[in-house]
Every structure is written in C-alpha cells, then in structure tokens.
C-alpha cells in the first residue's frame, strides 16, 4: 500500500531539492527514496523508474522558470524586458541547478504533456520579445540566440570558468546590450 501522502508529484518535488544538492547527474531513486521516508521497492509505487522522475523534474523546472520569466518582464519591453527576463534565467539556473539541468532537455517527440508546459515556457519568453516586432523565423532565431547566450554563461558561471577579476555581472549586461542591438536590426 502506498505511504499516506505521498504522490508522483511529491517524490518529483523531492527529487528536484536533491538535483539541487547534488546535482543531476547523482539522483538515484535510493536517495529519493529515503528522503521519502520509503523503501526502493516501496518508491516505486508512486514512480515508475529514474527516466521518469527525471522527466517530472523537467517539467517542474520548466514551469517554475516561466512562472519566474513571467514575473520579472511583466509591465516591460524592449532592452528592459530582455535584461529582466535574462537576469531571472540567470538567476533560476544558479538557485536550482539541478533543476536547472534537467530542463534543458528538449520534450521526447510525442509526449504531449511535456510539450504543452515547454509551449508555455516558450509563449513567456516570446511576449518578452514582442518589443522586438520580431516574427515567424526571426522570432525563433532571436529566442535560440538568447537562450544559448544565457545557458552558455550559467552553465560557465555554475562551473567556475571565469577567472578573470572582470564582473561577471558586467560581462553579462554587455550580453543583453549585444542582444538588443541584435535584436534590434
């Protein structure tokens, strides 16, 4: 019988604070499992396997970041939008990396309900560029660009790669200045 209120969507929540502290790539299930307060065997009759709880993280992760994205460009446009949404991102990535890690995997073709929360994440970012009047082609241009700029420096920043004494904070305001001009033309 399962354990009195324990859920898949608990042990997902569960997992992702482990992810967090250990990193994604150290879950195991016998970890989850005794931060439960449950056996290996016993987990498994809420979740069905290590794929599974780390898909649950994904999506978590991703509707978490959104939830943040869309606060922080709310009532803006334009370079401020772009700065704000970026500075949430950055900041998402270095509170939860785990989840973090987890999110940055593309939907399995198919699953439908991952693909909807991946949508909406994607709908959040795009009205952050709508001061842009980018669109079809362009607009997802411009969202690929800026994401691969803000994964690229959250992932080096989470990894210590910058030893020079420069601000990183600096180095990052002129990211969203080129992105702007970027954007812009």
Not at 158 to 165: K, N, T
């Amino acid at each position: 019988m399962p354990r009195a209120g324990l859920t898949p969507e608990r042990v997902v929540r569960v997992a992702a604070d482990v992810a967090d502290e250990t990193g994604l790539e150290r879950l195991t299930l016998a970890t989850v499992a005794k931060r439960c307060g449950v056996s290996l065997p016993g987990l498994y009759k809420h979740v069905d396997g290590l794929d599974a709880v780390k898909r649950g993280i994904a999506m978590l992760a991703v509707e978490e970041m959104a939830a943040r994205l869309a606060a922080a460009v709310a009532g803006v446009t334009g370079r401020e939008a772009l700065a704000e949404l970026s500075a949430a991102y950055r900041g998402y990535a270095a509170a939860h990396p785990g989840r973090y890690a987890a999110s940055v995997r593309a939907p399995a073709p198919g699953d439908a309900e991952h693909e909807a929360v991946s949508d909406r994440a994607i709908a959040v970012i795009a009205s952050a560029f709508r001061g842009y009047r980018l669109e079809g082609g362009d607009l997802v241009h411009a969202i690929r660009m800026w994401r691969i700029a803000c994964h690229g420096f959250a992932s080096l920043e989470r990894a210590a790669a910058f030893g020079l004494p420069e601000s990183l904070d600096e180095t990052f305001a002129r990211i969203i200045d080129a992105l702007d001009e970027s954007f812009r033309s």
